[in-house]
Structure formats: structure tokens, C-alpha cells
């Protein structure tokens, strides 16, 4: 049963062909919507779609095309968030779909993109079974007080409450983790890319995460501000008089790395910048990464393991050194010769705590998912 998986993010639009659950997969693709690049395979062009997610999953199965392997039996979508209904993969009928089009305020800048996809994908295969895998689930069962906020019951009840995010990321990383350090039930991922969070695992289930009712809470991100004080956005709102459409734009769009450097999102080109706002906005974001880290420690009652993920996790290693210089204290230490390669195992010897790299690849664990539902519920 061939699968598809297409995982189409605010800024990217990757994809995977994969002929079972555990099997690697026997194709994968990436476009880069700000570059207008697509890596189709071992190629590499020039795609003119700007930040069109339709276009850009167009051309992207057509390049798939090219591979000659038919269509697809199944195409598993990444789904940005849940809600409170949607708490493990479902297949795509048009219920669901006009329940997944309810929660687009919840997630302006993915979910709008998500839904492109499935358009796009939908009249490319008809035939196809369609699944959403949401990256909200992996948290779907955290204990009550990770999950509700100070707030009267009955806004709980109506579904304002903690979700937490990039669930495939963190539960593709669990899965790794597990296999590699079976022993290491208390560990914290830190997903840090064009959006960042931190998940705390207990028996490498999730208790915790540093996003709650929207991918803007918690930790600093590309273009999104994190944690803010309500009473700012109240501010903002009221006394300044700023229009919703603006003030969502500035919080998802305008914040973040890009807002406190005035320069780039990206932290590459900030790493490599003399610029001080630069620096200012990589201290920024260290400052609460480390915070963040040493919070879920303490949910935790300690680590076993510290997993990085994600572009930035994945690839700056000065982010990854000053990070576990200053988490020190809970017994982890890293080889510098190790994270200067971007080695897998980054842990020193002597390290009370491993330190790992895990490469993201929310694709084979929405593969996983899919081939899971629908095993369990065959078409007639």
C-alpha cells in the first residue's frame, strides 16, 4: 500500500513516498517557499511559487510524476492543530475537513497551508485515502494541570486550554530515543527551528511543552514572539488601538528573530552577523531556551537525556554549546569535537545526561500513523 506523506508548513512544503510503516522511504521532496526551490530527489531547480502552497504541492507531484510510481494508495497530510476533538490520525472525509476549516484561527499561519495541501493533493489522487495526522495529538493526554490554564471552567470546557505543538516532530524523536536509550524516561526535546518548542517526556509519552493554546506560546521563533504577557496584547489592543489583522500579523509575522534583529529570521545569517541587534536576538533566544529546558527539568525531576531537533538544533552547533555550557548543572556536558560535526552523540564522557541529535523527519511518523489507521479500519 503505497503512501504519500505531505508535511506543509508556514514556510516549506516537504513530502515522502513510503511502501510501509517501517520502511525508509523510497523518494522525498522539499520546497522552499521563500527560496523558491524545489529538492525533488537529487535535484535541484528553480520553482517560482512564492508563498503559494498549492502551487508549490503542485509541482511538487509533478516532479513526483516523473519518479514513475503511480499514485498513491494513501496520502497522509500534516495537520497543524486538533483542537480538542481531533486527538489521533483520522481519515479525511468532508466532515472532518470542514472541522479542521473551524480551527484556522488557532493556527493562521500552518493550518490555511495544511488545508491548501489536501485541496491540492485531493484532485491530484480522488482515488486516495486521505489522513490527517495532527501535530497536537502526541500531547493529547497530558495530566490536567499541564493542560488547563487560570481560567474559569466553562472557557476550558469550550476548548481554550494548553494543546502543544510540533507533535510529529517530539514523537518521531521519543521513537528514536527509545531505541537508542531505552533507559532514558526522563528526557526534554528541543525542536528548534523556523518555529521552536520543548516537550518534556516521561516514559517517552509527553507530559509537557513549552507551546500551549497556539504555536505562538513559549520559546522565541523565526518570525513568532513566544511567551508575551497577556496584558501587553491587551495593551496593544486597546490603548494603542492596533486592528486584530495587524496585531495577528505582528505576532505571528513580525516578531520573534526577525523583530528584535531588524535583519534576518534565519539564525544563520545571525550567527554570522557583527550587527549587536543580531547578538541581542540570539541571546534572546538562548536565554529562553535554557529557561525553557531547565523548566521542563523540573516538571521532570531531572534528565536522562537532552535531544536536539529541528534546523537550528540540527545545525548550530554554537547554539547547542552555550545552550549545554549553561545547563551544566544538571549534570550533562557536551564534546566539543562532537558538536562541532553535528555528531549524533554529543555527550562528553563523564556526562551524567546524554546529549543526542535527532534528525526531524515528521514524514515517517505520519506514515507510521496513517498506516496504523488504516490497517486497523480496511476499505471494503
Known sequence: MALLALNAGSASLKAGWF???????????????ARGELRAGDAVRACAVGTDVAGATDQLLAALSGERFGAPAVV?????????RFTAAVEIDAATEAALRDLVSLAPLHQPANLAALAAARAAFPAARHVACFDTAFHAHWPDAARRFALPRRLHDAGIRRYGFHGLAHAHAARRLRAALPHARRAVV???GGGSSLCALAGFASVDA???YSALDGLPMGTRCGALDAGAVLDLAGPRGMPLADLQRLLYRE???????????DMRVLLESDAIAAREAVDLYVHHL???VG??????????ALVFSGGIGEHAAPIRAVACARLGFLGLAIDPAANAAHAEVLEADGSQVAVRIVACDEESEMAREAFALLQAAPRD
Not at 76 to 84: E, K, L, Q, T
Open 295 to 304: 523548566a521542563m527539568a523540573a516538571t521532570l525531576g531531572g534528565i536522562d
Open 255 to 265: 516578531s520573534g528573530l526577525l523583530g528584535v534583529s531588524g535583519l534576518s529570521a
Open 210 to 212: 513549552s507551546m500551549g
Open 190 to 192: 528541543a525542536h528548534l
Open 76 to 84: 497522509a497530510h500534516r495537520i497543524v492543530h486538533g483542537g480538542p
Open 290 to 292: 535554557i529557561r525553557g
Open 19 to 33: 511502501d510501509a510503516a517501517d520502511a525508509p522511504s523510497r523518494w522525498r521532496a522539499q520546497v522552499d517557499l
